[in-house]
């Protein structure tokens, strides 16, 4: 599986590099995506020439690559000695190669954005609006590109009449031949592969980076921002505002925007990815809504460029004005460049939108580190002598593993831990559930702490609640959302130790079970599978448990690890689901006439928790104080005095939420 593509290797300067990386299909997908595996190998690093020597400079290092050793290898496969100890015969097929548009239009040697810009498929370009229609799906089936010998015997005779006969490369002979399919007179490497049933057409692969994040949803999120310029008043300085109040999640999942999403200054295609998260929910039919904002929404508004596209201009246009001043056999006067905003249209016929239809970046960051350890002055041989070293010096690495030994002493009598600082946990099996400190150095007396916040809503009833929820756990019933009703007897006989050990909370936001069954007559087909909550605390709980009155008995303590919740309730008035395309809606529980705070705050055993969720505060109906207190324990510290009054779950943050909803 083959990668490349060119990254800047300086924050400033124009330092670059273009890397053609190499990895193994037969490894998992989790450990090549993590660079500290190692599993992306640098092939090559393809150096830079001008614009009309690209196609010939890309195949002569490919000419390198597949030499008849390696051809010979790819029919008849090698044998390899493998790691357990067997001897295997591997063959080292081409199964994908992965690449920008600028780049597969190189590999597959036809014009860049030409009459027919896919370098899978024959599609028109005046065709490709109409992503998602049986049309287009005809087209991409039917219309597949295949390397033959035909076309081998055209780019030859093209060949023969520009370097013997001196045709021009753009004449009207050569055009008559290579326009109808987008050919360029470049003979191709892997045609070198056809004689082994290979098509290297069908190697290329969709980007979803470079194709869809910074393709086709930023030419939406752009053209949406002109629509906010367009509008005026305070629209997009509320549009920022409510990017940098929507929570993170996970380590590198949803980020904090920190700077103006608005402006798209330094965003990376992770940042496009998160706008598109938070802004609106994935649908199915992508071309017919982009088709409808195009031709319905659009016309409404006469967009013009955004102050970054216009500087952008500005300066293209006086660099090019500068070049002209400097040619001394020019003529005409140069005309000044015009630093007005021009008209801007939403545009459909773009390559990035067809590839949508056929659905490696961390590599980039060793490269990087390599780069700032060279003098910047011919970096490129420097960097492929670091990859080497590296290599070597993990293969050493590996040689002494067995015999270097690493010992780490602790501290018996270390300081209690901050609850505000996270603890190191140590590795667990991935079979485990979840897993939570068992240390006993952050501990708050239960009495003391309800005192601390009397009249907090939070805390009413505490010490009852959490004896009600522990004794359903030692009995062994199902949860049930602490429903089950104890006498006073009962509760009495639950013991709790006058102190529980405080952890931090990873994150506050969680989904479980939903305990409404589906089959209720008035519960709607797409009602909302889960419960979500809100992580107060987590701690555990020494308790004993009196279950026999007799003094003969001896009752140990046992140890039960609770978190400490508050509860969100699903909006009746909101339909959501699949079949509606709208997220779900959700919002705290109020105060209730009969249960007062009941249903709001509980108790839950960590078990019961199926992972963490990613809630969207929804801006536009606002936020509210009534609800909590200003001061309350049940707000995180760096939380606002006021909650959002609805929320909306972000079922699209990763594949296994997406997953989860779909097959419920």
């Known amino acids: 599986m083959f990668w490349s593509d060119s990254t800047h290797l300086a924050s400033f300067g124009n330092a670059s590099l273009w890397p053609l990386y190499t990895l193994w299909g037969n490894q998992s997908k989790y450990t090549r995506a993590r660079p500290t595996a190692n ?114 015997r055209k780019i030859d005779t093209v060949r023969i009449w520009i370097f013997s006969k001196g045709r021009l490369v753009a004449g009207s002979a050569v055009d008559k031949v290579l326009k109808a399919e987008s050919l360029v007179p470049t003979r191709n490497t892997f045609s070198r592969l056809r004689t082994c049933g290979f098509n290297f057409y069908s190697m290329f692969v969709p980007d979803l980076l470079h194709e869809f994040e910074l393709g086709v949803w930023k030419a939406v999120f752009t053209h949406c921002v002109r629509i906010l310029h367009v509008t005026g008043g305070e629209t997009v300085s509320i549009l920022n505002e409510r990017f940098r109040k929507v929570p993170t999640f996970g380590r590198t999942t949803i980020q904090r925007f920190h700077n103006n999403a608005a402006t798209m200054k330094k965003l990376a295609g992770r940042d496009f990815e998160d706008l598109l998260q938070n802004l609106t929910q994935s649908t199915k039919q992508l071309g017919q809504h982009l088709r409808k904002f195009r031709d319905q929404l659009c016309p409404g508004y006469s967009t013009k460029e955004l102050p970054r596209e216009k500087d952008a201009r500005v300066r293209r246009m006086a660099a090019k004005s500068n070049g002209a001043q400097r040619n001394l056999e020019a003529s005409n006067p140069v005309p000044s460049s015009d630093t007005s905003p021009v008209p801007k249209l939403f545009n459909l016929v773009t390559y990035k939108l067809h590839a949508l239809g056929d659905y490696g970046e961390l590599a980039h960051r060793r490269v990087k580190r390599f780069y700032a350890r060279t003098n910047k002055n011919k970096y490129t041989c420097q960097v492929a002598k670091l990859e080497r070293w590296h290599w070597l010096m993990r293969a050493i690495r590996r040689l002494l593993n067995g015999d270097v030994a690493f010992t780490q002493t602790s501290n018996e009598h270390a300081q209690p831990l901050p609850i505000n600082i996270p603890e190191r946990l140590p590795p667990i099996s991935p079979q485990a559930h979840h897993q939570i400190s068992e240390e006993r150095r952050t501990w708050k007396n239960i009495y003391k702490f309800i005192s601390e916040h009397e009249g907090d809503p939070a805390v009413h009833n505490f010490v009852p609640r959490l004896k009600q929820h522990l004794l359903a756990r030692l ?60 992580i107060i605390a987590i701690f555990h ?56 705070w009941a249903d709001a705050f509980g108790f839950l055993n960590p078990s019961e928790v199926i992972r963490g969720v990613h809630l969207i505060p929804a801006f536009h109906f606002g936020q509210t104080d009534e609800l909590l207190p200003y001061d309350s324990v049940a707000r995180h510290p760096q939380q606002e005095s006021k909650d959002w009054i609805y929320h909306y779950v972000n079922m699209f943050v990763d594949r296994d939420m997406v997953m989860r909803y779909l097959l419920k």
């Open 39 to 152: 599993a992306c190998n640098h092939q090559a690093y393809i150096p830079s020439m001008l614009t009309h020597l690209k196609h010939e400079l890309m195949h002569a290092v490919w000419g390198l690559l597949l030499m008849p050793e390696y051809i010979d290898t790819y029919t008849h496969g090698i044998i390899i000695k493998c790691f357990d100890g067997i001897e295997r015969r591997i063959f080292p097929h081409i199964l994908t190669y992965s690449a920008d548009y600028p780049e597969k239009i190189l590999l597959a040697t036809i014009k860049y954005l030409g009459g027919c810009p896919c370098p899978r498929c024959l599609v028109k370009k005046a065709d490709i609006p109409n992503l998602g229609l049986q049309e287009d799906m005809k087209t991409r089936e039917r219309s597949g590109r295949r390397d033959s010998p035909w076309l081998q």
């Open 475 to 534: 009995r062994g019933l199902d949860y049930d959302g602490d429903e089950q009703q104890f006498t006073s007897d009962e509760l009495n006989k639950v013991i709790i130790i006058n102190d529980h050990s405080l952890n931090p909370r990873t994150h506050p936001d969680f989904i479980t079970p939903s305990l409404t069954e589906p089959t209720d007559s008035n519960i709607h087909p797409d009602h909302d599978p889960y419960w979500y909550g809100r």
């Open 541 to 596: 709980v020494e308790v004993i448990h009196q279950e026999h009155n007799t003094v003969n008995v001896v009752n140990s303590s046992q140890r039960l690890e609770v978190l400490w919740v508050r509860w969100f309730g699903a909006d009746s008035n909101y339909r959501s689901g699949w079949s509606r395309r709208w997220l779900h809606h959700i919002g705290f529980i109020p105060e209730d006439d009969e249960c007062g």
